[in-house]
């Protein structure tokens, strides 16, 4: 590795950031199309940061995408990474001339648009309002200013007069949240949208706020619900409906990762494999539909290898990232249960050789899956060997009758005891009238005289 | 004297105890009244002690608690000296029958019987009539000669041990602070169920009945019982759970606290003993369970509020305890010096908790491996002591060992195989051992039999509360209503309960009936 481009992921690294030194199989020209909008320089610029590889050219052409619009921020905070990974690159030069022209016709702009709106609002024209917030807020978002675009973006609510407009709102909200990554708006906002549409428009706003739902569940960690809303996606809604937040492929990729870690496997054949629908996403992503395929028929550590070739291009995943490092481990440790299950007992070298890599034995992860009561099994180290644990029915049985007999028994003395309490009217009171509140208001053990606890005595 | 005597053993006759309850009442009375009589007179006082040898305490009983009553009021020392041997005596054997009648002397007896462990008169007594073998520990033996035949009184007077009075207190802080828990334990075991002073009082035809409840008789109005106080209920079991701790009997002593942390507490209100006892609470859960114990859901919001603040220190310990490191509970046990975990009271409890760490870490084994070498062992497990793993594997294997004779685990130590093949590893026995047929039915019977042996005190309870004015005016209004919602029904009128289908503002209420 270069010597500037060493210190740009040193720097990276210190600041806390994932570092992915694999090559990813995306081209990067290639992937970039599928988006529109403000999404473009954030994924370029979050693979920039990221993928060793891909810095340096991710990183110039997230430049040349900030020179298209109008945000300078953007515009500084990519040549500064520039400046450190490749200082003699011709792009890592500030063009000072056109910051200064941006930053100007930015503020004249909204000037003009904030008197314009000003206008508005002496005129009392309704729909005037409502396009001149529109505007503001379109001109902020494009400037950077996210939460003023937001801000501007829920005042055009109070004027609005059409169904179309309502979406139109809540589809700009949707995506200033989904740029600020604030996945409880995304759902706030996707909800107002239910309902009251023709059918044409319906089908597609319906793949929209499925998608946006999707991404906002994958967010909070609600990988199933996830999984189905993506699931439940119209292949037939066009991809410019939704490409300034996903694309096609993400959808491919988010359904199927996330219903590999969650569904069980005749779910995941009926549901997924099976689905007409979910199946023309599927052909976008072979690689996942082969690993659902092969996590269907048995082949787990087949399944597991399928995926963690991709390990790299989904760690350059502006929503998936965070969340990589959970999913891999519940696909992981549900294939490993399923592998677990016709036999009584394994040999632990097998059970690595499956699943373990020379760098990170299976037994940790097994640990850890045992604790998490995830596996139903125990480790016999001395022998090595994982012998499942069938917890027999009739002891089951016995243990519960037990238990519930006892806490019944326990229950009843205690209800009695506060019965006795009651009708003795023992319940303790505040104390009435002024004075300091009531609160504690009996002598403490200390009080009573007590030795010191003399347990250790 | 002789006149005295004729009165004294007037009652019971040879054949009054088969007399009818009705007899053995008005007999029984009369007899009381007769010895208070005499006592007026000033005959009892001075004939005391001649009668007291002559007078068997177990047949007599009535009679012999006065003169004791008389002797005592004098308190000189010589004179307590005579006297005691008699007390012992009688506080052994009297008639549990015949003391219903004579609640209010009884009752003194044993408080002026359970202020001796004070007075030093005592020694001699002991030391020349009872056990002259004892002598040279006399301190000891004294406070546990009181609480021995302050329990065996108790019990006596109330076999089952479910109703608290004022003596429990006594009792259970001379047990704790004289350190004489043993002889306290067939009273602190049993489960207090019943307070003296309920409402409605449920007076029996006849005293003597053998068959009412002690609740019946251990009132207020009969002097067995005073009538106690919120404060009485917390402070015994809170002692009671300090005695147990000492005993090291976690489960008797969670109990105890969860009884004083759930106490019934009205809004904004909270006892320091309940605050304190929630601290011993949580540390005693971990020392009985190796993890936090989960409040109740019977604990008022305030009272959690006020455990919640008070407690924040014991509640990290607790959440320390479960982590896999010693270092989080070595870090918020040093969070506070040694002087302000003496000044709460806990600093034997919590180091008691910081010696069990490993143990717990250890037993909690079993729930991932079936068979585990020593040195594993050793490596996986700290000390929450020294903060480092055991320094070496006989450690280990000693602390393992002790762990399996005091029962906390279920398992054997293999010794190493000579080839070095296999190192000295624990083999864990399964979690889940099926019982037999019988083992299990005997202990379904078991549990069904005590659940059984409850009815007669829910019947008791039950009956008391049917009688209570609060559940009288609630049924009186109940069954106002229901008369009332007939005859509104009745007559065609709109009576307001009557069910409400819909309200149309222009029209008004429409109804089904």
Not at chain 1, 276 to 301: C, D, K, M, W
Not at chain 1, 308 to 329: G, N, S, W
Not at chain 1, 414 to 430: I, T, V
Request: glycine share 6%.
């Amino acid at each position: 590795m270069a010597e500037p481009l060493l210190q740009f992921f040193s720097l990276m690294d210190a600041q806390g950031g994932v570092i992915v030194k694999e090559p990813p199989k995306f081209d990067l020209d290639l992937y970039v199309q599928n988006y529109r909008g403000r999404t473009r320089f954030d994924r370029l610029f979050l693979i920039a940061r990221c993928s060793v590889p891909l810095c340096i050219d991710a990183l110039k052409a997230a430049i040349a995408e900030a020179k298209k619009g109008r945000d300078t921020q953007q515009y500084r905070e990519a040549v500064e990474c520039l400046r450190v990974a490749s200082p003699h690159d011709p792009d890592a030069i500030f063009d000072q001339q056109w910051l200064d022209a941006t930053d100007k016709v930015n503020r004249v702009e909204l000037n003009r648009l904030s008197v314009e709106l000003k206008a508005y609002k002496n005129n009392l024209v309704k729909e005037s309002i409502r396009m001149g917030n529109e505007d503001i807020g379109r001109h902020l978002e494009s400037t950077g200013d996210l939460h003023g675009a937001a801000e501007s973006y829920a005042k055009m609510r109070p004027d609005i007069s059409t169904p179309k407009q309502i979406i139109d709102v809540a589809k700009h909200l949707v995506r200033v949240s989904a740029l600020k990554q604030d996945w409880g708006m995304i759902l706030a906002h996707v909800a107002k949208l239910v309902g009251g549409h023709s059918s044409e428009d319906e089908k597609v706003l319906h793949g929209y706020i499925k998608i946006v739902q999707g991404i906002a569940c994958l967010g909070q960690e609600r990988y199933e619900d996830a999984a189905f809303s993506f699931l439940d996606v119209d292949p037939t809604v066009p991809a410019t409906v939704y490409n300034e937040i996903a694309s096609p492929n993400d959808i491919a990729v988010y359904g199927g990762l996330l219903a590999l870690a969650t569904l069980e496997r005749e779910a995941l054949e009926k549901l997924f494999l099976g689905s007409p629908t979910f199946r023309t996403f599927l052909e976008l992503e072979p690689h996942i539909r082969r690993a659902i395929t092969l996590f269907v028929n048995g082949r787990y550590s087949a399944c597991i290898a399928a995926i963690e070739a991709y390990r790299a291009d989904y760690l350059l995943d502006i929503y998936l990232q965070k969340h990589v490092p959970k999913i891999f481990a519940k696909i992981r440790s549900k294939c490993i249960v399923q592998y677990l299950i016709p036999f009584s007992c394994v040999k632990l070298d097998t059970m690595n050789a499956a699943f373990g890599t020379p760098d990170h034995p299976v037994e940790e992860e097994l640990i850890a899956m045992i604790k998490e009561g995830v596996l139903q099994a125990r480790i016999d180290a001395i022998d090595r060997l994982l012998i499942t644990v069938s917890a027999s029915p009739r002891s089951k049985l016995q243990a519960s009758a037990l238990e519930t007999a006892q806490k019944y028994e326990r229950q009843a003395i205690d209800k009695l005891r506060l019965l006795g309490l009651a009708s003795a009217d023992l319940e303790l009171k505040g104390r009435k009238g002024p004075g300091p509140a009531a609160g504690i208001s009996l002598p403490s053990m200390g009080d009573m005289g007590l030795i010191e606890d003399s347990i250790m005595a | 004297m002789d006149h005295c005597a004729a009165v004294l053993l007037l009652f019971p006759e040879s054949f009054s105890n088969d007399l009818p309850d009705p007899e053995y009442h008005k007999a029984a009375r009369q007899h009381v009244q007769k010895v208070e009589n005499l006592s007026k007179d000033g005959l009892l006082a001075k004939f005391a002690p001649q009668l007291l040898p002559q007078i068997d305490p177990a047949v007599n009983s009535i009679s012999f608690l006065a003169l004791l009553l008389e002797s005592l009021s004098d308190r000189s020392t010589k004179k307590i000296d005579a006297i005691l041997p008699h007390l012992v005596r009688f506080l052994m054997t009297f008639d549990a029958r015949q003391i219903r009648y004579a609640g209010t002397q009884m009752s003194n007896l044993l408080s002026a019987f359970a202020d001796f462990e004070r007075a030093p008169m005592i020694n001699d007594v002991w030391e020349h009539t009872i056990n002259p073998s004892m002598a040279g520990s006399l301190t000891l033996w004294q406070a546990s000669l009181v609480v021995d035949l302050l329990a065996t009184a108790l019990l006596r007077i109330d076999p089952t041990g479910s109703v608290l009075t004022a003596h429990h207190l006594t009792l259970v802080r001379l047990a704790y602070t004289s350190n004489n828990i043993e002889p306290a334990l067939p009273v602190l075991e049993k489960t207090i169920v019943f307070y003296p002073g309920a409402k409605p009082t449920l007076a029996p035809k006849f005293l003597c009945d053998m068959a009412v409840h002690p609740t019946a008789y251990i009132t207020p109005e009969t002097g067995l019982g005073s009538k106690v106080t919120p404060s009485t209920v917390l402070k015994y079991d809170a002692l009671r759970a300090l005695c147990f701790i000492q005993r090291r009997s976690w489960q008797q002593a969670f109990d105890s606290l969860q009884r004083v942390i759930t106490h019934p507490a009205g809004p904004g209100v909270c006892s320091n003993i309940m605050a304190d006892s929630f601290q011993k609470w949580q540390l005693v859960g971990l020392l009985l369970n190796g993890k936090a114990p989960s409040l109740p859901p019977s604990v008022s919001v305030s009272a959690q509020n006020i455990y919640l603040t008070t407690g924040k220190a014991y509640i990290a310990i607790s959440q320390a305890f479960e982590s896999n490191t010693a270092t989080a509970l070595i870090q918020e046990y040093g969070r506070y010096t040694q002087d302000e975990w003496v000044a709460d009271g806990n600093l034997g409890l919590i180091k008691t908790v910081l010696s069990h760490y490993q143990r717990w870490k250890i037993a909690d084994l079993r729930h991932i491996y079936t068979k585990i070498s020593l040195e594993q062992i050793r490596a996986l497990t700290q000390s929450a002591e020294t903060g480092a793993s055991l320094g070496s594997e006989q450690q280990v294997l000693d602390l393992v060992q002790d762990m399996i004779a005091t029962g906390m685990l279920k398992g054997e130590v293999i010794p190493a195989v000579a080839d070095g093949s296999k190192p000295a590893h624990l083999v864990f026995h399964s979690l889940t051992e099926e019982l037999s047929s019988a083992a299990f039915s005997a202990e379904m019977a078991d549990t069904a039999q005590r659940i059984a042996a409850l009815a007669p005190l829910v019947e008791t309870l039950s009956e008391r509360l049917e009688t209570s004015r609060e559940y009288v005016r609630h049924m009186a209004r109940d069954a106002a209503r229901f008369k009332d919602k007939s005859a509104g029904l009745g007559s065609g009128s709109h009576p307001f309960e009557a069910q409400v289908d819909d309200e149309d503002l222009m029209i008004g209420l429409s109804t089904t009936r």
